[in-house]
């Protein structure tokens, strides 16, 4: 409906580097699927990227993607992205990158189950080397395919760069999965999770597999409460249910560590009062 296809043939007269892929909408997975097996079966480019079509880059995204992964024979680079709302202006990007950390593929696992903020598990805003992809390909079909495949990517490589700089722009849009009314496809997320903790496992990763497992409990307990609210808990699966009052401590539990103790009690006296209504 946006007339993406005859603008990517556009480019493509244009450009003898741009090759448009036709294929009926089976989805974002599909769609990156179809261009890595393009870049296999065609090109003799090392490097993949993926860019969301409604997202911006800087003009030098690539180049300092590139530059780091020669310079520091990274198997993965990535940049920090930059969010911005449909209906507003992308913040000027600074021209350089600030600076870099290198890490292990077990390390960027590790830290990113940490939260510590270096590494994120988006599939844009990393260059790839492309033999990373020989085994993986997205799942098909999937919400939050990202979080089922990027962290076997990192663990897979052996050298990765985070550059702290906005190079790439994220439009976040309001009718995207995490910003619409609950749906049952959240739980895409926790199979997504399951996938990894079943991955990290067979490779001997316990450490790894704990922390897949603690953030698999913290979403699992706010989807159980996002399902009652939505009067969906019964159409969700078995497996991810969980008796509301342990979802409700679970989700509230980082702010009880933090001091919360009264807004903590405020809420479960309105989330009672809220039970005892329906």
């Known amino acids: 409906p946006d007339n993406c296809g005859a603008i990517c043939d556009e480019f493509a007269a244009r450009d003898s580097r741009i090759t448009g892929i036709h294929q009926e909408n089976a ?49 993965i680079v990535t940049t920090n992205g930059q969010t911005f709302a449909d209906d507003a202006e992308l913040e000027q990007a600074p021209s350089h990158v600030v600076s870099c950390q290198t890490l292990t593929g077990k390390e960027a696992c590790i830290s990113f189950y940490h939260g510590s903020g270096i590494i994120g598990v988006y599939a844009w805003g990393k260059l790839y080397r492309r033999d990373l992809f020989t085994d993986f390909r997205f799942p098909k079909g999937k919400t939050f395919e990202d979080e089922a495949l990027v962290p076997k990517l990192l663990y897979s490589a052996k050298n990765i760069v985070a550059l702290r700089s906005w190079l790439y722009g994220y439009r976040q849009r309001q009718g995207s999965i995490v910003h619409v009314p609950f749906s049952l496809q959240r739980f895409d997320h926790l199979e997504a999770l399951d996938d ?50 342990k979802a409700f401590f679970i989700t509230t539990g980082d702010t009880l560590q933090n001091g919360g103790f009264h807004f903590i009690k405020e809420r479960v006296h309105n989330y009672l009062s809220r039970t005892q209504k329906s």
Not at 36 to 61: G, K, M, P, Q
Not at 220 to 232: D, P, S, T, V
């Open 196 to 245: 990894c903790i079943s991955f990290f496992e067979d490779q001997g990763e316990y450490e790894i597999s704990k922390l897949i497992k603690k953030r698999k409990q913290k979403f699992q307990a706010k989807y159980m409460l996002m399902a009652h609210g939505a009067k969906l808990k019964n159409s969700m699966p078995d497996k991810y249910k969980m008796p509301l009052l």
């Open 27 to 75: 989805g974002l997975s599909a769609a990156r699927n179809a261009g890595i097996d393009w870049v296999f079966a065609n090109s003799d480019s090392r490097w993949i990227t993926f860019v969301d079509s409604d997202d911006v880059l800087i003009s030098t995204y690539l180049a300092h993607l590139y530059q780091y992964a020669q310079e520091q024979n990274a198997d």
